[in-house]
């Protein structure tokens, strides 16, 4: 069974900071891996698919690598904004039954 | 263009009631998923569509729960009866195909008191 961790739950950093969030899952044969944000009371936004043959994909001020042999996934997120205080969540898609299974997600605080 | 709809926003119960919840995926999107989201926690997949056809719902718990996409459009999620327990976020999601990037909806907030 597909397990996905994220590292740290709660991250506090202040504006202007470079900063790195973790995913691990412990099944290496995905089909792809989301990362997604959520803001408090509303639903999930898709902000980078990986597949599984690539390693990074890059949008704006986020960059998401992907290691499928080791389980690592990371968001990179450069020049934090204020706005950009969210929950982060990562999930992994197997493929074989096109699930999602997702982490329990980092909170992440940018302050002023 | 519209994102996914759900209905209502919050729901507040009492146990032993019933309950349904509504979504209307984005125009054209094939897939259709019901998730749980407990707090705290990332959202967890109930029932998959595929058109009208529920092809994963073996998350579902059959004896409270029951879905159905009338139409490969809208679809509806209900429990018969509500326990405690079941107080958290239901999500509606869509996609153009299964592997596609999903879409999310604001989701449904229940209280079961």
């Known amino acids: 069974k597909q397990e996905v961790t994220q590292i740290p739950a709660a991250l506090s950093v202040p504006e202007g900071e470079n900063l790195v969030l973790n995913c691990s899952f412990t099944?290496?044969?995905?089909?792809?891996l989301q990362w997604f944000r959520q803001d408090p009371g509303k639903g999930l936004t898709s902000l980078l698919l990986?597949?599984?043959?690539?390693r990074e994909q890059t949008s704006g001020r986020l960059n998401a690598s992907l290691d499928k042999s080791s389980g690592r996934s990371t968001l990179y997120i450069a020049a934090s904004q204020p706005g950009d205080s969210a929950t982060y969540l990562c999930?992994?898609?197997?493929?074989?039954?096109?699930?999602?299974?997702f982490g329990t997600g980092t909170r992440l605080q940018v302050t002023l | 263009e519209a994102g996914v709809v759900q209905s209502p926003r919050y729901k507040i119960i009492e146990k032993k009631q019933p309950v349904a919840f509504w979504c209307n995926p984005i125009?054209?999107?094939?897939?259709l998923y019901w998730y749980l989201q407990n707090l705290g926690q990332g959202p967890e997949l109930l029932i998959r569509y595929e058109n009208e056809e529920a092809v994963d719902d073996s998350q579902l718990p059959k004896d409270r729960f029951s879905a159905e996409r009338l139409k490969g459009v809208d679809s509806t999620l209900k429990i018969q009866p509500a326990e405690l327990g079941d107080s958290a976020v239901y999500l509606c999601?869509?996609?153009?195909?299964?592997?596609?990037?999903?879409?999310f909806g604001p989701g449904t907030r229940l209280t079961v008191l």
């Open positions: 125009s054209g999107h094939n897939t």
């Open positions: 999930a992994v898609d197997t493929g074989t039954a096109s699930k999602l299974t």
């Open positions: 099944d290496s044969a995905i089909y792809n």
């Open positions: 990986i597949q599984s043959s690539q």
């Open positions: 999601a869509s996609s153009p195909g299964a592997a596609d990037t999903q879409y």
